[in-house]
């Protein structure tokens, strides 16, 4: 294994998987840190935690054994993987996991950059846009689990690490890798050993790329991973094997508890032509709504692809939270999701496609899948995705903002014709 990536959600880590495996690298993502060694053919490992919303002595500590699983697999160069929208709050989780990579490393600086201009998240002075709006506008202020309320990132981050924070800026990043290099070096040298990068359109992403080869550590979103196969290919190392995976057919269905923007459309669309069961999270706190109910939902409409959502406008969701505490609201819609589709899979169900982060991290934790090989790609940054092993189960993992409106419509169809 020549690159090892540690994510810190299980959607980010099928979104860089599939930047590289599109950039020629064989890849296998991994569902939590594994007890065995990788296969051989395996050159970039993705290590997907669930490490973004939980305390960040316990996201240091598994990001810490990740790293320790991937230096056995032979790992030179790390990145640590987080969200193109820098979900996080002032206490972390970026900063203390950074940091702590950092120090196991014995690096000097590591660079900062969620920016993936292809996917609308661009970086100028630090400052994070999506979709051409400030990140504090964008929507993600309202996210349930990480209101994203400051769109600097310089700011932000360090506000979680006590490592300085500086900023390699636009013009540097422009005049190529030498440059940028430098930038890091002069801020390495005055202290500042965390640089937010700025990058405007995805050429800068293979800019900083080849800057960073031979970086211990990278940090960023899937973007900043656009251009290292490159830096492995140069030099040879790479065996030139596409990753192929299997058609699944079966039945399908989505399940959907992200509240973001884009999936409140998607799922709208989707429901416009599915069987639909929009369960409420306050039904399921007190035990009104249980997985039983929903199981016999889905298998009586099994042949239309039914979809399950917990997905709602910010205003309700407040409520919510606001009732019953962000945390028990959350931990009920996963906990809920996740049995879900257990059962589901019990009863011959092969294709999901799941919207959220956090969600598909539950869906997938509760399926017990060691690893999965990375299948075409559905949407930008989202690939189809096979699991190893019996059954032989197709997934879609998108976290909030990804995808096209008929999203999950082709991401179903995508596992059947890989
Ligand atoms: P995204 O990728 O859009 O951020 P996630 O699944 O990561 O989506 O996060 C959404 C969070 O909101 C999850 O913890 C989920 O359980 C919770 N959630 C889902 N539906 C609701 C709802 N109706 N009200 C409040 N919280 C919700």
Redesign the pocket.
């Known amino acids: 294994m020549l690159l090892g990536v540690i994510a810190d959600d299980f959607?980010g880590a099928s979104d860089i998987a599939n930047t590289l495996a599109k950039g020629g690298m064989v890849t296998i993502q991994f569902v939590g840190v594994p007890t065995r060694p990788a296969p051989q053919d395996c050159e970039a490992g993705v290590v997907a935690l669930k490490t973004r919303s939980i305390a960040a002595d316990e996201a240091v500590a598994q990001s810490l054994a990740a790293l320790e699983w991937l230096k056995a697999q032979g790992c030179e160069q790390f990145l640590f993987k987080y969200c193109s929208t820098f979900d996080s709050t002032p206490e972390g989780n970026i900063g203390p996991v950074a940091e702590a990579l950092l120090e196991a490393l014995g690096g000097d600086v590591a660079v900062v950059c969620p920016a993936f201009p292809t996917t609308g998240r661009t970086l100028y002075q630090g400052h994070l846009f999506v979709n051409g709006r400030l990140l504090s506008e964008s929507g993600m202020e309202t996210?349930?689990?990480n209101p994203m309320t400051d769109p600097d990132l310089v700011r932000w981050l360090g506000r979680q690490t006590s490592l300085g924070v500086g900023l390699v800026p636009y013009p540097a990043v422009r005049a190529g890798a030498g440059a940028i290099r430098s930038a890091l070096a002069a801020e390495a040298a005055e202290g500042r050993r965390l640089a937010v990068a700025d990058a405007i359109v995805d050429d800068d992403l293979f800019a900083l790329g080849e800057a960073l080869d031979g970086a211990k550590l990278i940090t960023g979103g899937s973007g900043i991973a656009l251009g290292l196969p490159r830096n492995f290919a140069q030099r040879g190392l790479l065996g030139g094997t596409a990753t192929r995976v299997p058609a699944v057919a079966g039945p399908g269905c989505v399940l959907s508890?992200?509240?973001?923007t884009a999936?409140r459309g998607q799922v709208a669309r989707y429901a416009e032509s599915h069987p639909a069961l929009t369960v409420l999270?306050e039904d399921l706190v007190e035990g009104r709504t249980t997985v039983a109910g929903a199981l016999d939902f889905v298998e009586s409409h099994l042949a239309e692809q039914p979809i399950v959502t917990?997905?709602?406008e910010p205003e309700?969701?407040a409520a919510?939270?606001e009732r019953f505490g962000r945390a028990r609201?959350?931990e009920a819609?996963?906990s809920f999701f996740g049995e879900l589709a257990s059962q589901l899979v019990a009863r011959g169900v092969s294709r999901i496609a799941v919207g959220?982060?956090?969600?598909s991290g539950a869906v997938i934790t509760a399926l017990h899948l060691d690893s999965l090989r990375i299948g075409g790609e559905i949407d930008p940054g989202v690939p189809a995705l096979v699991s190893d092993g019996d059954p032989v189960l197709g997934l879609a993992l998108k976290?909030?903002n990804f995808g096209a409106p008929d999203f999950f419509d082709k991401a179903l169809r995508a596992m059947e014709t890989p």
């Open positions: 959607t996210h349930p689990l508890g992200s509240c973001s999936t999270p917990s997905t709602a309700a969701v919510v939270q609201v959350a819609v996963e959220g982060g956090e969600t976290s909030g």
